[in-house]
Protein backbone atom coordinates (compact mmCIF):
# COMPACT_ATOMS: atom_id res chain seq x y z
CA UNK A 1 0.00 0.00 0.00
CA UNK A 2 1.00 3.27 -0.82
CA UNK A 3 2.45 5.35 1.91
CA UNK A 4 0.24 8.13 2.55
CA UNK A 5 1.20 12.05 3.60
CA UNK A 6 2.57 12.62 6.83
CA UNK A 7 0.36 13.90 9.24
CA UNK A 8 -0.43 13.92 13.15
CA UNK A 9 0.09 10.41 14.75
CA UNK A 10 -2.56 10.56 17.71
CA UNK A 11 -5.62 8.21 17.90
CA UNK A 12 -8.46 9.15 15.43
CA UNK A 13 -10.79 10.48 17.98
CA UNK A 14 -8.20 12.13 19.63
CA UNK A 15 -7.68 14.22 15.75
CA UNK A 16 -11.51 14.02 15.46
CA UNK A 17 -12.12 15.98 18.99
CA UNK A 18 -9.20 18.26 18.11
CA UNK A 19 -10.94 19.38 14.80
CA UNK A 20 -14.55 19.36 16.10
CA UNK A 21 -13.15 21.52 19.07
CA UNK A 22 -11.35 24.01 17.36
CA UNK A 23 -11.16 23.03 13.18
CA UNK A 24 -9.13 26.54 11.98
CA UNK A 25 -6.91 25.93 14.90
CA UNK A 26 -6.20 22.21 14.04
CA UNK A 27 -5.81 22.25 10.37
CA UNK A 28 -3.50 25.73 10.97
CA UNK A 29 -1.44 23.02 13.47
CA UNK A 30 -1.26 20.38 10.80
CA UNK A 31 -0.03 23.20 8.02
CA UNK A 32 2.30 24.47 10.56
CA UNK A 33 3.91 21.33 11.13
CA UNK A 34 3.35 19.09 7.97
CA UNK A 35 3.08 21.99 5.15
CA UNK A 36 1.10 21.91 1.96
CA UNK A 37 0.04 18.26 2.13
CA UNK A 38 -0.88 16.19 5.43
CA UNK A 39 -3.39 13.61 6.50
CA UNK A 40 -5.46 13.61 8.88
CA UNK A 41 -7.57 10.60 10.46
CA UNK A 42 -11.11 10.41 12.56
CA UNK A 43 -13.02 8.05 13.96
CA UNK A 44 -15.23 5.52 11.64
CA UNK A 45 -13.46 7.47 8.36
CA UNK A 46 -11.01 6.70 5.68
CA UNK A 47 -8.09 8.80 5.92
CA UNK A 48 -8.06 12.44 5.09
CA UNK A 49 -5.62 14.11 2.90
CA UNK A 50 -5.23 17.93 2.70
CA UNK A 51 -3.61 19.49 -0.27
CA UNK A 52 -2.95 23.50 0.05
CA UNK A 53 -1.41 23.43 -3.09
CA UNK A 54 -2.94 25.09 -5.86
CA UNK A 55 -1.23 22.63 -8.40
CA UNK A 56 -2.55 19.64 -6.74
CA UNK A 57 -5.75 21.03 -6.49
CA UNK A 58 -6.10 21.55 -10.12
CA UNK A 59 -4.93 18.09 -10.94
CA UNK A 60 -7.90 16.90 -8.53
CA UNK A 61 -10.73 19.29 -9.97
CA UNK A 62 -9.38 17.94 -13.23
CA UNK A 63 -9.09 14.09 -12.85
CA UNK A 64 -11.95 11.90 -14.48
CA UNK A 65 -14.98 12.65 -12.04
CA UNK A 66 -15.58 8.60 -12.15
CA UNK A 67 -12.26 8.39 -9.88
CA UNK A 68 -12.70 11.43 -7.33
CA UNK A 69 -16.53 10.41 -6.25
CA UNK A 70 -17.78 13.98 -4.25
CA UNK A 71 -21.55 12.31 -4.44
CA UNK A 72 -19.72 9.38 -2.03
CA UNK A 73 -17.25 12.11 -0.22
CA UNK A 74 -20.84 13.94 0.88
CA UNK A 75 -22.35 11.25 1.87
CA UNK A 76 -22.45 12.08 5.46
CA UNK A 77 -25.40 14.69 4.01
CA UNK A 78 -27.98 11.52 3.17
CA UNK A 79 -29.78 11.52 6.08
CA UNK A 80 -30.60 15.65 5.40
CA UNK A 81 -31.02 15.61 1.66
CA UNK A 82 -32.20 12.04 0.61
CA UNK A 83 -30.59 10.12 -1.64
CA UNK A 84 -31.47 11.77 -4.83
CA UNK A 85 -29.44 15.26 -4.30
CA UNK A 86 -26.95 15.98 -6.51
CA UNK A 87 -24.53 16.91 -4.05
CA UNK A 88 -24.68 12.84 -3.24
CA UNK A 89 -24.29 11.69 -6.80
CA UNK A 90 -21.52 10.49 -8.94
CA UNK A 91 -20.78 9.19 -12.53
CA UNK A 92 -23.75 9.05 -15.48
CA UNK A 93 -26.79 9.69 -12.95
CA UNK A 94 -24.29 13.29 -11.61
CA UNK A 95 -24.02 14.10 -15.00
CA UNK A 96 -27.58 13.48 -16.09
CA UNK A 97 -29.06 15.46 -13.49
CA UNK A 98 -26.92 18.38 -13.64
CA UNK A 99 -27.55 18.92 -16.70
CA UNK A 100 -31.49 18.85 -16.38
CA UNK A 101 -30.57 21.39 -13.37
CA UNK A 102 -28.18 23.65 -15.45
CA UNK A 103 -30.39 25.26 -17.22
CA UNK A 104 -32.59 26.77 -14.65
CA UNK A 105 -29.33 29.05 -13.82
CA UNK A 106 -27.85 30.31 -16.73
CA UNK A 107 -27.70 34.18 -17.19
CA UNK A 108 -30.88 35.17 -18.43
CA UNK A 109 -32.74 33.36 -15.76
CA UNK A 110 -30.89 34.43 -12.94
CA UNK A 111 -31.19 38.42 -14.42
CA UNK A 112 -34.78 37.01 -14.39
CA UNK A 113 -34.85 36.64 -10.47
CA UNK A 114 -33.85 40.21 -10.01
CA UNK A 115 -37.09 41.58 -9.52
CA UNK A 116 -37.60 38.96 -6.46
CA UNK A 117 -34.41 39.54 -5.26
CA UNK A 118 -35.26 43.42 -5.33
CA UNK A 119 -38.89 42.67 -3.47
CA UNK A 120 -37.18 40.31 -0.71
CA UNK A 121 -34.99 43.12 0.85
CA UNK A 122 -37.44 45.82 0.83
CA UNK A 123 -39.81 43.80 2.31
CA UNK A 124 -37.02 43.59 5.59
CA UNK A 125 -36.75 46.99 4.87
CA UNK A 126 -40.33 47.70 5.19
CA UNK A 127 -40.75 45.83 8.82
CA UNK A 128 -37.76 47.25 10.19
CA UNK A 129 -38.21 50.47 12.32
CA UNK A 130 -35.29 52.29 12.35
CA UNK A 131 -33.09 52.42 15.35
CA UNK A 132 -34.29 49.79 16.86
CA UNK A 133 -31.80 46.49 17.45
CA UNK A 134 -32.06 43.49 14.73
CA UNK A 135 -29.92 40.59 14.15
CA UNK A 136 -28.14 41.38 10.87
CA UNK A 137 -27.63 37.54 10.83
CA UNK A 138 -31.10 36.39 10.75
CA UNK A 139 -32.52 39.36 9.04
CA UNK A 140 -30.00 38.27 5.64
CA UNK A 141 -31.26 34.70 6.43
CA UNK A 142 -34.84 35.22 5.57
CA UNK A 143 -34.27 37.33 2.82
CA UNK A 144 -32.63 35.22 1.26
CA UNK A 145 -34.89 31.99 2.25
CA UNK A 146 -37.50 34.61 0.90
CA UNK A 147 -35.48 34.27 -2.52
CA UNK A 148 -35.30 30.82 -2.69
CA UNK A 149 -38.72 30.01 -1.94
CA UNK A 150 -39.67 32.72 -4.59
CA UNK A 151 -36.95 31.61 -7.47
CA UNK A 152 -36.49 27.97 -6.41
CA UNK A 153 -39.88 27.08 -5.43
CA UNK A 154 -41.93 29.19 -7.31
CA UNK A 155 -43.66 29.38 -3.50
CA UNK A 156 -45.00 33.14 -4.40
CA UNK A 157 -47.78 33.54 -2.02
CA UNK A 158 -47.93 33.77 1.57
CA UNK A 159 -49.65 30.91 2.46
CA UNK A 160 -47.14 28.28 -0.07
CA UNK A 161 -44.39 30.61 1.27
CA UNK A 162 -45.63 29.64 4.92
CA UNK A 163 -46.21 26.33 4.52
CA UNK A 164 -42.79 25.59 3.17
CA UNK A 165 -40.45 27.92 5.27
CA UNK A 166 -41.56 27.37 8.45
CA UNK A 167 -40.67 23.53 8.40
CA UNK A 168 -37.58 24.12 6.56
CA UNK A 169 -35.93 26.41 8.75
CA UNK A 170 -36.90 24.31 11.52
CA UNK A 171 -35.10 21.11 9.96
CA UNK A 172 -32.21 23.64 9.48
CA UNK A 173 -31.86 24.63 12.95
CA UNK A 174 -32.15 20.42 14.59
CA UNK A 175 -29.96 19.15 11.57
CA UNK A 176 -27.04 21.49 12.89
CA UNK A 177 -27.11 18.98 16.21
CA UNK A 178 -24.00 17.18 16.53
CA UNK A 179 -25.35 13.69 17.50
CA UNK A 180 -27.40 13.51 14.12
CA UNK A 181 -24.79 14.50 12.31
CA UNK A 182 -23.01 11.71 14.09
CA UNK A 183 -24.90 9.21 13.22
CA UNK A 184 -25.52 10.21 9.33
CA UNK A 185 -22.25 9.64 8.92
CA UNK A 186 -21.06 6.42 10.60
CA UNK A 187 -24.34 4.59 9.91
CA UNK A 188 -26.30 4.42 6.12
CA UNK A 189 -27.68 7.80 6.06
CA UNK A 190 -30.50 6.90 3.81
CA UNK A 191 -31.83 3.91 6.17
CA UNK A 192 -31.17 6.49 9.38
CA UNK A 193 -33.52 9.04 7.47
CA UNK A 194 -35.93 6.13 6.14
CA UNK A 195 -36.01 5.17 10.57
CA UNK A 196 -36.64 8.77 11.23
CA UNK A 197 -39.92 9.41 9.24
CA UNK A 198 -40.89 5.68 9.49
CA UNK A 199 -40.56 4.82 12.92
CA UNK A 200 -39.11 7.49 15.23
CA UNK A 201 -41.73 10.39 14.16
CA UNK A 202 -44.73 8.62 14.88
CA UNK A 203 -43.30 8.00 18.05
CA UNK A 204 -42.60 10.90 18.88
CA UNK A 205 -46.12 12.13 17.97
CA UNK A 206 -47.77 9.87 20.41
CA UNK A 207 -45.58 11.44 23.33
CA UNK A 208 -46.26 14.67 22.25
CA UNK A 209 -49.41 14.11 22.57
CA UNK A 210 -49.26 13.37 25.94
CA UNK A 211 -45.99 16.31 26.80
CA UNK A 212 -43.59 13.78 26.53
CA UNK A 213 -42.36 14.70 22.84
CA UNK A 214 -38.78 15.94 23.89
CA UNK A 215 -38.19 12.51 25.55
CA UNK A 216 -37.63 10.21 22.20
CA UNK A 217 -34.45 10.40 20.46
CA UNK A 218 -34.16 12.36 17.46
CA UNK A 219 -38.11 12.88 18.02
CA UNK A 220 -38.14 16.61 17.02
CA UNK A 221 -35.78 15.92 14.47
CA UNK A 222 -38.02 12.93 12.87
CA UNK A 223 -41.08 14.54 13.04
CA UNK A 224 -39.48 17.63 11.33
CA UNK A 225 -37.89 15.67 8.30
CA UNK A 226 -41.74 14.00 7.85
CA UNK A 227 -43.29 17.98 7.88
CA UNK A 228 -40.87 19.19 5.22
CA UNK A 229 -40.97 15.72 3.30
CA UNK A 230 -44.64 16.56 3.31
CA UNK A 231 -44.48 19.65 2.51
CA UNK A 232 -42.08 19.49 -0.14
CA UNK A 233 -44.45 16.26 -1.69
CA UNK A 234 -48.04 18.78 -1.45
CA UNK A 235 -45.85 21.63 -2.71
CA UNK A 236 -44.90 19.34 -6.03
CA UNK A 237 -48.01 18.17 -6.38
CA UNK A 238 -49.90 21.41 -6.83
CA UNK A 239 -47.11 22.41 -9.23
CA UNK A 240 -47.63 19.51 -11.58
CA UNK A 241 -50.84 19.89 -11.24
CA UNK A 242 -51.16 23.64 -11.91
CA UNK A 243 -49.98 24.59 -15.73
CA UNK A 244 -46.41 25.74 -15.59
CA UNK A 245 -44.40 26.15 -18.60
CA UNK A 246 -44.82 30.00 -18.61
CA UNK A 247 -43.60 30.31 -14.48
CA UNK A 248 -39.90 31.38 -14.22
CA UNK A 249 -38.95 29.48 -11.04
CA UNK A 250 -36.67 26.31 -11.14
CA UNK A 251 -39.38 24.13 -10.19
CA UNK A 252 -41.34 24.65 -12.97
CA UNK A 253 -38.46 23.94 -15.09
CA UNK A 254 -37.30 21.00 -13.72
CA UNK A 255 -40.99 19.59 -13.51
CA UNK A 256 -40.97 20.30 -17.96
CA UNK A 257 -36.84 19.15 -18.22
CA UNK A 258 -36.65 16.08 -20.12
CA UNK A 259 -32.74 14.36 -20.89
CA UNK A 260 -31.83 13.52 -24.50
CA UNK A 261 -34.05 9.76 -23.75
CA UNK A 262 -37.22 11.95 -22.94
CA UNK A 263 -37.04 10.92 -19.35
CA UNK A 264 -38.05 13.61 -16.36
CA UNK A 265 -37.04 13.90 -13.20
CA UNK A 266 -39.57 11.67 -10.18
CA UNK A 267 -41.64 13.10 -7.52
CA UNK A 268 -38.59 11.94 -5.38
CA UNK A 269 -35.95 13.10 -7.01
CA UNK A 270 -37.54 16.38 -7.33
CA UNK A 271 -37.96 16.54 -3.87
CA UNK A 272 -34.27 15.67 -2.98
CA UNK A 273 -32.63 18.41 -5.79
CA UNK A 274 -35.38 20.92 -4.22
CA UNK A 275 -33.51 20.57 -0.57
CA UNK A 276 -30.56 20.82 -1.94
CA UNK A 277 -30.96 24.11 -3.13
CA UNK A 278 -32.74 25.32 -0.20
CA UNK A 279 -30.29 24.26 2.03
CA UNK A 280 -27.29 24.78 -0.07
CA UNK A 281 -27.69 28.08 -1.24
CA UNK A 282 -30.03 29.41 1.67
CA UNK A 283 -27.85 30.08 4.81
CA UNK A 284 -24.34 30.28 2.61
CA UNK A 285 -25.59 33.24 0.92
CA UNK A 286 -26.67 34.58 4.03
CA UNK A 287 -23.25 34.01 5.77
CA UNK A 288 -21.50 36.06 2.64
CA UNK A 289 -24.23 39.45 2.85
CA UNK A 290 -23.98 39.64 6.78
CA UNK A 291 -20.00 39.64 6.90
CA UNK A 292 -19.95 42.10 3.37
CA UNK A 293 -22.15 44.31 4.86
CA UNK A 294 -20.58 44.20 8.33
CA UNK A 295 -17.47 44.99 6.47
CA UNK A 296 -19.14 47.56 4.76
CA UNK A 297 -20.54 49.28 7.70
CA UNK A 298 -16.67 49.00 9.92
CA UNK A 299 -14.71 50.49 6.97
CA UNK A 300 -15.98 53.65 5.26
CA UNK A 301 -13.59 54.04 2.54
CA UNK A 302 -15.04 50.90 1.33
CA UNK A 303 -18.47 52.34 1.87
CA UNK A 304 -17.64 55.07 -0.33
CA UNK A 305 -16.63 53.48 -3.38
CA UNK A 306 -19.37 51.13 -3.03
CA UNK A 307 -21.98 53.97 -2.69
CA UNK A 308 -20.00 55.75 -5.62
CA UNK A 309 -20.39 53.40 -8.07
CA UNK A 310 -24.29 52.15 -7.31
CA UNK A 311 -24.61 56.61 -7.96
CA UNK A 312 -22.75 55.94 -11.13
CA UNK A 313 -24.18 52.60 -12.68
CA UNK A 314 -27.57 53.27 -12.01
CA UNK A 315 -27.96 57.25 -12.00
CA UNK A 316 -31.05 57.07 -9.46
CA UNK A 317 -33.10 54.85 -11.92
CA UNK A 318 -33.79 51.05 -11.15
CA UNK A 319 -31.49 48.19 -10.92
CA UNK A 320 -31.60 46.29 -14.03
CA UNK A 321 -29.69 43.35 -14.80
CA UNK A 322 -26.94 45.34 -17.01
CA UNK A 323 -26.55 47.52 -14.07
CA UNK A 324 -26.28 44.65 -11.89
CA UNK A 325 -23.31 43.08 -13.83
CA UNK A 326 -21.75 46.58 -14.13
CA UNK A 327 -21.55 46.46 -10.37
CA UNK A 328 -17.65 45.37 -10.25
CA UNK A 329 -16.51 47.20 -7.12
CA UNK A 330 -19.16 45.82 -5.02
CA UNK A 331 -18.86 42.42 -6.79
CA UNK A 332 -14.99 42.53 -5.53
CA UNK A 333 -15.98 43.13 -2.13
CA UNK A 334 -18.53 39.86 -2.31
CA UNK A 335 -15.53 37.99 -3.74
CA UNK A 336 -12.92 38.95 -1.06
CA UNK A 337 -15.61 37.95 1.59
CA UNK A 338 -16.04 34.63 0.36
CA UNK A 339 -12.15 34.27 0.54
CA UNK A 340 -12.12 34.96 4.14
CA UNK A 341 -15.71 33.81 5.62
CA UNK A 342 -16.76 31.45 3.00
CA UNK A 343 -19.45 29.58 4.17
CA UNK A 344 -17.90 26.11 3.47
CA UNK A 345 -14.54 25.05 4.41
CA UNK A 346 -13.52 23.30 1.04
CA UNK A 347 -14.81 20.34 -1.06
CA UNK A 348 -14.66 16.47 -1.25
CA UNK A 349 -13.56 13.32 -3.07
CA UNK A 350 -12.77 10.17 -2.30
CA UNK A 351 -10.84 8.03 -4.59
CA UNK A 352 -12.62 5.24 -6.60
CA UNK A 353 -8.55 4.15 -8.11
CA UNK A 354 -5.47 4.56 -6.66
CA UNK A 355 -4.51 8.28 -8.25
CA UNK A 356 -1.24 10.26 -8.20
CA UNK A 357 -1.87 13.80 -6.75
CA UNK A 358 1.59 16.09 -6.90
CA UNK A 359 4.33 13.39 -5.64
CA UNK A 360 1.80 11.12 -4.00
CA UNK A 361 0.45 7.77 -5.07
CA UNK A 362 -3.10 7.95 -3.20
CA UNK A 363 -4.48 4.65 -2.59
CA UNK A 364 -8.53 3.67 -3.88
CA UNK A 365 -10.52 4.89 -0.63
CA UNK A 366 -8.97 7.57 0.67
CA UNK A 367 -10.52 11.53 0.95
CA UNK A 368 -9.12 14.61 -0.62
CA UNK A 369 -9.83 17.82 0.26
CA UNK A 370 -8.36 20.83 0.31
CA UNK A 371 -9.47 24.17 3.49
CA UNK A 372 -10.28 27.21 2.00
CA UNK A 373 -9.99 28.54 5.37
CA UNK A 374 -6.23 27.64 5.05
CA UNK A 375 -5.69 28.17 1.41
CA UNK A 376 -7.40 31.63 1.15
CA UNK A 377 -5.09 32.62 4.11
CA UNK A 378 -1.98 31.38 2.49
CA UNK A 379 0.33 34.56 2.82
CA UNK A 380 2.44 33.02 -0.78
CA UNK A 381 -0.96 33.74 -2.82
CA UNK A 382 -2.39 36.13 -1.17
CA UNK A 383 -0.34 38.95 0.53
CA UNK A 384 -1.47 40.41 4.29
CA UNK A 385 -3.71 37.33 3.77
CA UNK A 386 -5.75 38.82 6.97
CA UNK A 387 -6.29 41.86 5.45
CA UNK A 388 -10.44 42.72 3.79
CA UNK A 389 -9.02 44.14 0.40
CA UNK A 390 -11.29 43.69 -2.52
CA UNK A 391 -8.75 45.79 -4.65
CA UNK A 392 -7.37 41.38 -4.84
CA UNK A 393 -9.83 41.15 -7.30
CA UNK A 394 -11.19 43.89 -9.27
CA UNK A 395 -8.05 43.90 -11.84
CA UNK A 396 -6.98 39.98 -11.74
CA UNK A 397 -9.12 36.57 -11.50
CA UNK A 398 -7.47 33.72 -9.16
CA UNK A 399 -6.54 31.06 -10.89
CA UNK A 400 -8.08 28.02 -10.57
CA UNK A 401 -6.61 25.70 -7.33
CA UNK A 402 -6.29 29.26 -5.37
CA UNK A 403 -9.70 30.38 -4.16
CA UNK A 404 -12.53 27.40 -3.98
CA UNK A 405 -14.98 29.34 -1.76
CA UNK A 406 -17.51 27.19 -4.64
CA UNK A 407 -15.42 24.14 -5.20
CA UNK A 408 -14.16 23.61 -8.74
CA UNK A 409 -14.01 21.04 -11.43
CA UNK A 410 -17.06 18.94 -12.99
CA UNK A 411 -18.83 19.57 -9.54
CA UNK A 412 -18.49 23.50 -8.96
CA UNK A 413 -21.32 25.32 -7.48
CA UNK A 414 -24.85 25.42 -8.99
CA UNK A 415 -25.96 28.17 -8.07
CA UNK A 416 -22.44 30.03 -7.80
CA UNK A 417 -23.62 32.91 -10.37
CA UNK A 418 -26.92 33.08 -9.13
CA UNK A 419 -25.65 33.62 -5.17
CA UNK A 420 -22.98 35.82 -6.54
CA UNK A 421 -25.86 38.19 -8.52
CA UNK A 422 -28.05 37.89 -5.18
CA UNK A 423 -25.41 39.15 -3.24
CA UNK A 424 -25.13 42.42 -5.43
CA UNK A 425 -28.49 43.18 -5.93
CA UNK A 426 -29.55 42.77 -1.97
CA UNK A 427 -26.04 45.12 -1.04
CA UNK A 428 -27.36 47.73 -3.61
CA UNK A 429 -30.95 47.58 -2.62
CA UNK A 430 -30.09 48.16 1.10
CA UNK A 431 -26.90 50.79 0.41
CA UNK A 432 -29.67 52.52 -1.54
CA UNK A 433 -32.34 52.58 0.92
CA UNK A 434 -30.79 52.65 4.64
CA UNK A 435 -27.21 52.82 6.71
CA UNK A 436 -26.55 50.16 8.73
CA UNK A 437 -24.78 50.94 12.09
CA UNK A 438 -23.58 48.11 14.45
CA UNK A 439 -24.32 47.58 18.13
CA UNK A 440 -21.66 46.73 20.68
CA UNK A 441 -20.49 43.08 20.47
CA UNK A 442 -17.53 40.62 20.27
CA UNK A 443 -14.95 40.75 17.28
CA UNK A 444 -17.22 38.72 14.58
CA UNK A 445 -15.21 35.46 13.58
CA UNK A 446 -16.34 32.63 11.12
CA UNK A 447 -16.55 29.21 12.89
CA UNK A 448 -18.35 25.96 12.30
CA UNK A 449 -22.38 26.17 12.84
CA UNK A 450 -24.04 23.49 12.13
CA UNK A 451 -22.91 21.58 8.15
CA UNK A 452 -21.58 25.43 7.63
CA UNK A 453 -19.13 27.64 8.53
CA UNK A 454 -20.89 30.91 9.97
CA UNK A 455 -20.61 34.37 11.99
CA UNK A 456 -19.75 33.79 15.83
CA UNK A 457 -22.84 35.82 17.00
CA UNK A 458 -25.63 37.00 15.79
CA UNK A 459 -25.00 40.50 14.82
CA UNK A 460 -26.79 43.13 16.21
CA UNK A 461 -27.54 45.84 14.50
CA UNK A 462 -29.72 49.22 13.75
CA UNK A 463 -30.57 50.80 11.04
CA UNK A 464 -30.74 54.67 9.79
CA UNK A 465 -32.51 55.34 6.65
CA UNK A 466 -30.94 56.95 3.53
CA UNK A 467 -32.67 60.75 3.82
CA UNK A 468 -34.39 60.07 0.08
CA UNK A 469 -36.01 57.00 1.50
C1 LIG B 1 -22.38 31.99 -1.25
C2 LIG B 1 -23.16 30.96 -1.50
C3 LIG B 1 -22.73 29.57 -1.83
C4 LIG B 1 -21.55 28.91 -1.52
C5 LIG B 1 -20.35 29.46 -0.75
C6 LIG B 1 -21.65 27.57 -2.09
C7 LIG B 1 -20.64 26.61 -2.03
C8 LIG B 1 -20.72 25.36 -2.62
C9 LIG B 1 -19.65 24.39 -2.61
C10 LIG B 1 -18.28 24.56 -1.96
C11 LIG B 1 -20.10 23.29 -3.29
C12 LIG B 1 -19.32 21.98 -3.51
C13 LIG B 1 -18.47 22.12 -4.77
C14 LIG B 1 -17.48 21.00 -4.99
O1 LIG B 1 -17.64 19.90 -4.43
O2 LIG B 1 -16.51 21.19 -5.76
C15 LIG B 1 -21.45 23.56 -3.73
C16 LIG B 1 -22.24 22.68 -4.46
C17 LIG B 1 -23.54 22.93 -4.81
N1 LIG B 1 -24.24 24.10 -4.60
FE1 LIG B 1 -23.54 25.81 -3.73
N2 LIG B 1 -22.88 27.44 -2.69
C18 LIG B 1 -23.56 28.63 -2.57
C19 LIG B 1 -24.82 28.93 -3.07
C20 LIG B 1 -25.63 28.05 -3.75
C21 LIG B 1 -26.93 28.35 -4.28
C22 LIG B 1 -27.60 29.73 -4.23
C23 LIG B 1 -27.44 27.20 -4.81
C24 LIG B 1 -28.75 26.94 -5.49
C25 LIG B 1 -29.81 27.65 -5.40
C26 LIG B 1 -26.43 26.17 -4.64
C27 LIG B 1 -26.55 24.87 -5.08
C28 LIG B 1 -25.53 23.94 -5.08
C29 LIG B 1 -25.66 22.61 -5.65
C30 LIG B 1 -26.92 22.00 -6.29
C31 LIG B 1 -24.42 21.98 -5.49
C32 LIG B 1 -24.02 20.56 -5.94
C33 LIG B 1 -23.29 20.61 -7.28
C34 LIG B 1 -22.83 19.24 -7.79
O3 LIG B 1 -22.52 18.38 -6.97
O4 LIG B 1 -22.78 19.07 -9.01
N3 LIG B 1 -25.35 26.72 -3.99
N4 LIG B 1 -21.80 24.84 -3.32
Not at 121 to 143: C, N, V, W, Y
Amino acid sequence: MPALPPGPSDHPAVQMLRYLREPFAFLEACTAQYGDVFTVRYLGMPPIVYFHDPEAIREVFSSPSEMTRAGEANSHLKFLLGPGSLLLLDSKRHERERRLLMSSFSGDRIASYLDSMVTATHRFLDRTKPGEAFSLRDAMQTITLDVILSCIFGADDERRSEALGKPLKRLMALAANPAAMACGTLFDGAKFRQRLIANVAPVADRMASVGLGRTVPFGELARCMRDVQEALREHIREHRASRTEDRPDVLSMLIGARDEEGHGLSDDDLRDEMLTMLVGGHESTATTLTFALHELSARPDLMETATAELERVTRGGPLTPKAVRELRYIEAIIRETLRLYGATNGFGRKLAAPLRVGDFDLPEGVLITASSYVLHRNPRLWPEPHRFEPERFLDKRPRLGEYIPFGGGSRTCLGMNMALFEAKVVVATLLRRAKLHMQPAPPLRLVQSGIFLGPSSSVPCVLERQPST
